[in-house]
């Protein structure tokens, strides 16, 4: 992209329009002065006769009228079958006897994202969720934590040291298949939002 001051940017024509226009300078000799054709330079001069510093800037190159473009009626089928069964541009080209890339300038047209984009569940477009701040995200980590009992467990001092062990940790109330297991297998799920990590424990009992 030029600067405003280029030699053919706004400032530069409308230098070449008034030597032209109000100067009386030959278009040859203005062309040959700003290196340009003395096309390039009568145009300019003709815009600004017709709209002054405004006619200096640049202009829009879509046509004012496209008969050829695709009828209203066909583009509101287009997007009707998109919505309706979330088919790609092939698909819809098929069933409406289209194009490919007729269906594809159309939804391109209307914005309508993707399939890749799309939840296939609902059809609406996924959006991630996201922070300007780290660690504003939403994270739970669970980690299960095992219960040593006092003494060392089986691996060390031996199975039917370990079990010893683990049915004297056990706290006075567990009965049956609970006691072999003492005080339960602690988890840690760190809260989001960064608050400081808490300990839940399957039993009522504090580890």
Request: with cysteine; charged share 25%; proline share 9%.
């Amino acid at each position: 992209m030029t600067h405003a001051n280029a030699p053919l940017a706004p400032t530069g024509r409308e230098r070449l329009a008034r030597l032209i226009v109000e100067d009386g300078w030959p278009l040859r000799r203005a062309a040959e002065r700003f290196q340009v054709s003395p096309t390039t330079a009568k145009r300019w001069a003709d815009r600004w006769r017709l709209s002054g510093v405004a006619g200096m800037t640049d202009q829009s190159s879509r046509p004012y009228h496209s008969p050829r473009r695709t009828p209203t009626r066909t583009e509101r089928r287009i997007i009707k079958v998109r919505l309706a069964r979330r088919w790609g541009p092939a698909r819809i080209a098929f069933l409406l006897h289209l194009n490919p890339a007729t269906v594809h300038r159309v939804l391109t047209r209307y914005r309508l994202a993707r399939l890749s984009r799309l939840d296939r569940a609902t059809g609406r477009v996924a959006r991630r969720y996201e922070c300007d701040v780290p660690g504003d995200l939403v994270h739970v980590d669970i980690e299960k934590l095992g219960n040593i009992p006092d003494g060392g467990g089986h691996r060390m001092p031996g199975r039917a040291t370990g079990n010893h062990n683990n049915h004297a940790s056990a706290p006075n109330n567990s009965s049956g298949p609970c006691a072999r297991l003492g005080r339960g297998l602690p988890t840690k799920a760190p809260a989001p939002t960064g608050n400081r990590p808490t300990a839940k424990s399957n039993d009522s009992t504090e580890p």
